[in-house]
């Protein structure tokens, strides 16, 4: 099993953990997870590969999956299971992946911005990865210097300071925290979704689509619903991809109606 890093917000209430999108960390729900205190706290976690969790040698949504579900449950009183499981885009589908390999371990389940599909915009991951493999780390004198240099090809200030939260500075220079090469290689598995066989899971599904977004379709909805029975399509208006980020405060409300339903 792979080491998985994680980090607990709160001390009371029922646990949410987050799994967090390509080239994130768990810190990027820290505000998400502030604000639903003290009814929740919050397991924000980094997927193999990214943040301070262990690299590994190839992509595997299950074994990603099975990675996160033995951290959940070495980390958790007996208490805080089952836990409720968020997961955005890449973390989407592991977490639907967890929930079908471990649906004693989850509550509810909530996926944002993804289908169980192949498919999906990967040219956008395909253009930032690229550049973010193509800036030399050894001309990098600095932060600043970096955002500067790519800003020519990626010129959203937003999508550019996500990603550079991943630079990190070492004794021999600048470096990318996350596993860039393997995680680059592995779009076309990332874009994948494993066949899951008959599994299913039974507990109550939120289902996040972003208006502006092309990840979600109604027709994925008979596919979704075969592996989530009950699953409940919302989509979010004005949002991107980036439905937590872009849409925080109708995010969080989401996440609370949907926790507090009977």
């Not at 253009?127 to 970096?146: F, Y």
Request: net charge negative.
């Amino acid at each position: 099993m792979t080491d998985i890093a994680s980090k607990l917000i709160g001390s009371t209430g029922k646990r949410i953990v987050f799994l967090h999108g390509l080239f994130g960390r768990g810190k990027n729900f820290t505000s998400i997870a502030k604000a639903l205190e003290p009814d929740y706290s919050s397991l924000l976690v980094d997927l193999p590969n990214h943040g301070d969790s262990e690299w590994t040698e190839d992509f595997s949504y299950v074994d990603m999956a099975d990675s996160v579900a033995a951290m959940i449950a070495e980390v958790s009183a007996p208490d805080d299971l089952p836990v409720h499981l968020v997961g955005h885009s890449l973390g989407g589908k592991v977490a639907m992946v967890l929930a079908l390999r471990h649906p004693d371990l989850i509550d509810r389940l909530v996926v944002v911005d993804i289908a169980p599909t192949a498919g999906g915009s990967l040219g956008v991951f395909e253009h930032l990865l690229s550049s973010l493999a193509e800036l030399d780390l050894d001309e990098i004198e600095s932060r600043s210097g970096a955002n500067e240099t790519l800003e020519a090809k990626i010129p959203e200030d937003t999508i550019r300071g996500f990603l550079l939260q991943n630079l990190r500075t070492t004794s021999a220079g600048y470096a990318w925290q996350p596993n860039l090469t393997l995680l680059h290689e592995s779009l076309p598995a990332i874009g994948d979704f494993p066949d899951m066989g008959e599994a299913s899971f039974d507990g109550p599904v939120l289902w996040m689509a972003g208006e502006n977004s092309d990840y979600v379709s109604r027709e994925d909805l008979p596919l979704m619903r075969s592996l989530f029975p009950r699953a409940t399509l919302l989509t979010v208006k004005g949002s991107g991809h980036w439905v937590h980020s872009e849409q925080p405060k109708t995010f969080i409300s989401a996440l609370q109606t949907f926790f507090s339903r009977d």
